[in-house]
């Protein structure tokens, strides 16, 4: 059975009624994923007891009533975003304000009311605003002392001036949202993640962040690649954690980023923008350049990196349309907004490897979204959000008679159509019960649905010919799948606080449902691959399925895998912020998560429990939120991605049959075949104790981070020194290191033990680098038994990765007094270990690392990993010019290279490694450790955003012009690190087949250039 620590998942309604009946304790805390804020601030000691405050949304109407506490102290939480007055009563006197901005996810100080705001001086004597810095819209690290965690903020307001297109973000659903893309805009604290191309935190993949909108977890679990398809223009602010977070939500091993949508408000408001893609061009938009691989036979080979590389695309529209305001003024208010791309996209551009067909493409995309906001008292209000979204590609592809010539004869080949849908649903009520009571609930729904449907799958034949292994295309069918992929997540989640004197304890639970019903079959009607070896020696090109020498040969493949599966993610949180001091806030908080998964049947097959404390610390450091210091230590782990989960929970098998042939027909099929062996590389699904490691725990990291914020020590700046480290102590991985008559470190070990052919017909979930405790058939008797391999008779390293950074930002938010905003950020990183992360791994596939896979891929696998780029400058700057409506803004970048590696197959073919393909640590024949082959060169950009903005009455015009990679650097970003395959032994000695790729070179994009037209009423 697995093990279960101290605290079972029965602790978990044990910590939810608390909700109900516990007394728990206050504080001025808010979470970078919630969608309101809250205000804190001081009274006068001496006026206190006679006061009252009004807290006004100068947007709605909304209004809140408050007494401070003895001290003069007051907060409010749970407010909706946006413009506030903060006014203070006492008695007769005329009443004083302070004008504030609310922001999701934090707090906002207000100034102190202080005596001299009660002796009777005018009204224009005493209203004063927040500080300027701290309370400006385009401060993206505002202070906020109620809290050790660091929170930063990005809005609309900031999107433009820095000419962040907001209109055809969105389309691409899951894996192109806006917050996806968001942190790579302005964060010098992340680099863009290998495999996924999502952003990187804390050393990790792109997919181990957590994204939020309106509180709902909207991460696409199937991969942990990006968030749901809310419009871009229907979020009105961002906020991201880069390490820190508290325990109510997050459990991320890399970020955590969070969105708030707009609602309506007693104004009414309509807009309609497009952003509009320029047609290819030298100047304007340049196509990329192509890596030639080869030249063979007359003809040129290339890597092609992007299908823009030797075509041309149309003019393009994405199109956004919005209406919002008041139905019942001062109670209910919408928003709609819906996105679209009409008239649709187009493209034509040669593809293949030598350009032998000719693809014309059109696509469109429709989504639709709106919130309903119901303010049904001064204490509680109910929000509803709806999105959809529906995008189909269509393909017409046609063969050319003469290769890479645009203009020669095409004949019709056949029709694709992809088509992806999402739905996302959302409900949240927020109810102040009273000065010392919140409650909060919400309830969601996220969908995705995507597909490919072919006019004509039929036969796909190859003819490779040696030696690099170039492929000549005799039959051009479709390999890929038709069955449709379905996706689908629910989310409830309820918290509940209570204020009492200096504490705050917060509780709460949360419970996702997650479903996966996907079933691929390739090569069905045909996959089918003529290799012309010629070699004196005999070799196994796949498994122990062995060629003859001197045969040529013909290789089918089959693979299946897939099916239906339920994945549950729970926890439980309880959280206490303790006012310890007039300026020290301690905070500490406690979680319990469990993962789980149930297959089709209904049997459990998964129940990781994890218990996370977090603790923390803030420090006011001149006692008017000028200056902080935060500090911050914890435990974080996530849900194991669906995408691992329903690779090894459901049946695989991918089969090879080779055959010899006398020769070929027309339509690729063989003549006169004769079998000469098989190989079939399976895991069938049997009983669920066999799936896992029996004492399997999941992914551990350990995070501690330590900042400084001040907004004096340079006039108008905001500046934040952030300190983070990080560590993987803990992994899973899928273990595949025990096949039939395959060595390996554990089929040693257990033949040591007695067992003759220790194999097992499934994959495993395991700890790498612990024991790994077998329950199953392993002599195939058909008797299970329990058999324990220690973590160093497996082979298998143990997981590692080590993040440090430094990081420098400096905000100077624009004010009519100096009408630019300009952020700088520089961060000093460096990673390294043997882990890059669950998914999206350079070398890896569906079942994450290969390193953690097979005992014998441990060598070499430690070193500095993807994300270890060492300096990473960036700057944003917006200048607007006086009365005119100009307005132009800057956008640089330079980063430092990142590590080479290299990857070739295993030299062994009697070792279980051998069937990873390219990913043992050797390069020609040499062993080469993780990123030791030096670093790409460090290269940089410059992006501009101009802009005209006409003003007449209600109405605003504004065009836009962006342009990214101005200068049209060219400089390699990455290439193909996989040097090729095993070849046999010369003269004793392991032999590799360079493959043609190896080293082909992936360059900046060009140079782009966009038009965004934007009209707004009100």
Known sequence: MQEIRWLSFRSIPFLVCWTTCASLLPALQVHAQQATGAVYGDVAADAAATSRLVIRNLNTGASQTRTPGADGKFSVTGLAPGAYRVELQIGGQRPVWRDVLVRPGSATPVPAFVAADLKGLTLETVQVHADAVNNALDNTVPIDVSTPVLVRQYNQALFRKTGVDTSGASDGGSYANLLTQLPQMYMSQVTSGQGSGLASFNGGSGTETRYYINEFDTTFDYTGAGASSVPGDMIGSAQVITNGASAKYSNAMGGSVAATTKTGDNTLRAGFASSIVLPSSRVLNPKVRPYLIEQRDGVNRYYYQDLSTNGQTETAFNNTYSLSGPLIRDTLFFNVVVQNNRPQAQAQFMAGEIGDEWRTTRAAYNNPAANLSWVISDAQQLDLTAAQSDRKNYTRIDSLAEPSNPDAQRSYLRDVLFQSEDAFYLGRYRWQINQRMDLSLMAGYFSHMEKNTFSDAGLYAVRIDEPGGVEHVLASGMRDSQE?????????????????????????????????????????????????????????????????????????????????????????????????????????????DNSGA?????????????????????????????????????????????????????????????????????????????????YTNASIIGEPVAMTSRNLRNARQDSYTVYLQDNQLLPHWSGTLELNHSSVKRALAVWNDLNSSLS???????????????????????????????????????????????????????????????????????????????LFGYTWKHVYGNYEGYYGETNGNVLGA???????????????????????????????????????????????????????????????????GLSAFYCDGVAVSRGSLGRFPSWWTLDLNAAYEKHWGPQTLRLELNVGNLLNQDTEIASVPFYGAYAGTVDGRPTWERDRYYGAKTALYPRTTGVILRYNWN
């Not at 049997?603 to 500090?631: E, Q």
């Not at 790994?772 to 082979?795: C, F, H, K, Y």
């Not at 803004?889 to 490694?913: E, F, K, M, N």
Request: one cysteine or more; glycine letters at 12%; proline letters at 7%.
């Open 598 to 678: 149930r297959l089709a049947n209904g049997r459990n097959v998964l129940g990781l429990y994890t218990t996370s404390p977090r603790l923390g610390v803030s420090w006011d450091v001149r006692g008017d939120s000028s200056m902080k210091l935060g500090a911050s230590a914890g435990v974080y782990t996530m849900p194991v991605p669906g995408v691992i989960l329903t690779s090894l929970f459901n049946d695989f098998s991918d089969a090879y049959v080779a055959y010899t042939y006398s020769g070929i027909n027309p339509d690729g099929t063989p003549i006169a075949p004769q079998q000469i062996g098989s």
């Open 484 to 592: 449709p992929a379905n996706y689908r997540k629910r989310g409830f989640r309820a918290d509940y606080t209570w204020q009492l004197g200096a504490h705050k304890l917060q509780v709460g639970a949360e419970h996702y449902d997650l479903s996966f019903d996907s079933f691929n079959v390739y090569g069905r009607n045909g996959n089918y691959r003529y290799l012309n070896y010629g070699r004196p020696t005999e070799r196994a090109i796949v498994g122990d399925l062995v060629v003859p020498a001197d045969t040529p040969v013909l290789l089918t493949q089959v693979f299946n895998s897939g099916g239906i599966l339920t994945q549950v993610n729970r926890g439980a949180y309880i959280e206490d912020y303790w006012q310890a001091a007039e300026r020290w806030v301690v905070y500490g908080g406690l979680r319990r």
């Open 850 to 916: 290969p390193n953690f896979r097979y005992g014998a891929l441990s060598a070499g696998s430690s070193g500095a990993l993807p994300a270890d780029v060492r300096h990473v400058l960036r700057l944003n700057a917006s200048h607007t010019f006086g009365a005119s409506g100009l307005s132009l803004g800057l956008g640089a970048v330079w980063q430092s290279g990142a590590p080479r590696s290299c990857y070739s197959q295993h030299p062994d073919p009697t070792d279980a490694a051998h069937d990873a």
């Open 744 to 822: 390996s470190p554990a089929y040693v070990y257990l033949q040591s033990l007695g067992y003759a052919d220790p194999h097992l017909g499934n994959n495993m979930l395991i700890n790498p680098g612990s024991a790994v405790v077998i329950d199953n058939d392993l002599d195939g008797d058909g008797q299970r038994e329990r058999v324990s391999i220690p973590g160093s008779a497996t082979g298998l390293a143990k997981p590692r990765r080590e993040t440090y950074s430094a990081s420098l930002e400096l905000v100077h938010p624009e004010t009519p007094e100096q009408p630019f905003f300009l």
